[in-house]
C-alpha cells in the first residue's frame, strides 16, 4: 500500500495537478498575512484565524482529494486494483495518499496563523488545538473529496457541482437543527473566536464531532468499493 500511496502521490504533483489547490492557498494566506490581527485582543484574534483558515480550507481540500484521485486513468486504475494483494489496498492507498497531501497544503495556509499566534504570544494550548482542529478538516474535506471522484462520478461536470453542492449543503445544514449530520464548521468558527479559552474547552467536543462524521463518511465510502472498478 505504501508503494501505491508513493506512486498516486508523485503523479498528483508530476501532473500539476496539484498546482491550482496550491494557488488557492497561497492566495489565502496572502490575504491573511494582509489583514494581520492587531489592537489590544490580537492575541486573542490570532486564536481565530485558526477556525477561519479551517473553513476557507475545507472545500479546497476536497478539491485537492478529488484531484488526486482523479490523477490515474481508468486502466491504470484497474491494474493497480488487480496487481494489489488486499482488494482493498488501492482504496485505502488513494485515501492516505489524499490526505497526505491535504496535510502539505495545510501546513502552508497555517503559515499565516501560525506565524501570527506566535508572534502575538497566544496561549500555547489554543494553538495546538488549531493545529489539530486543521488537520481534523483535513480527514473530512478529503472524504467529501472522495465521494465526488471519477471512481463514484463519471462525468466531470456532474462531478465539480456535486463537489461545490456538497461543500455549501453541509455549511448550510450546520446552520439548522440537523447540525449533527453536518461537519461542525459553525462550532469551531464561534469557539475561535470566542477567545482563546472557550475554543480549548469546546475543542474536544469540535474533535468528537469531525472524528464521528469523517469516520462514518469513511466507511461509507470504503464499504461501496464494491460497486466500483
Known amino acids: 500500500m505504501i508503494t501505491i500511496v508513493r506512486f498516486q502521490t508523485a503523479a498528483y504533483i508530476r501532473s500539476l495537478r496539484v498546482l491550482p489547490p496550491l494557488i488557492a492557498v497561497v492566495f489565502i494566506v496572502g490575504l491573511m498575512l494582509s489583514q494581520a490581527p492587531g489592537g489590544p485582543e490580537a492575541a486573542e484574534l490570532a486564536v481565530g484565524t485558526f477556525g477561519d483558515g479551517a473553513a476557507f480550507m475545507f472545500p479546497i481540500w476536497a478539491w485537492a482529494a478529488r484531484g488526486l484521485l482523479d490523477t490515474a486513468p481508468d486502466e491504470q486504475r484497474a491494474l493497480t ?9 488501492p482504496v485505502w492507498a488513494g485515501l492516505f495518499a489524499a ?7 495545510g501546513i502552508v495556509a ?21 493545529c489539530a482542529l486543521n488537520a481534523l478538516v483535513a480527514a473530512a474535506g478529503t ?3 472522495a465521494w465526488t471522484s ?20 453541509l455549511i448550510l445544514l450546520g446552520l ?26 469546546d475543542f474536544s467536543g469540535i474533535a ?8 462514518l463518511v469513511g466507511a461509507a465510502y470504503i464499504a461501496t468499493d464494491r460497486f466500483r472498478s
Open 81 to 89: 486494483a488487480a496487481a494489489a494483494r488486499h482488494p482493498r489496498a
Open 99 to 105: 490526505y497526505l497531501v491535504n496535510l502539505g497544503l
Open 110 to 130: 497555517l503559515a499565516a496563523p501560525l506565524g501570527h499566534a506566535v508572534s502575538l504570544g497566544s496561549p500555547g494550548p489554543a494553538v495546538l488545538a488549531g
Open 143 to 145: 472524504l467529501l473529496g
Open 150 to 169: 471519477r471512481a463514484v462520478l463519471p462525468s466531470p461536470g456532474v462531478s465539480l457541482l456535486t463537489l461545490i453542492g456538497g461543500a455549501t449543503a
Open 176 to 201: 439548522g437543527p440537523f447540525s449533527g449530520l453536518s461537519v461542525p464548521m459553525i462550532d469551531w468558527l464561534r469557539a475561535a473566536h470566542d477567545g482563546s479559552d472557550v475554543f480549548v474547552s
Open 208 to 215: 468528537l464531532h469531525l472524528s464521528i462524521w469523517t469516520g
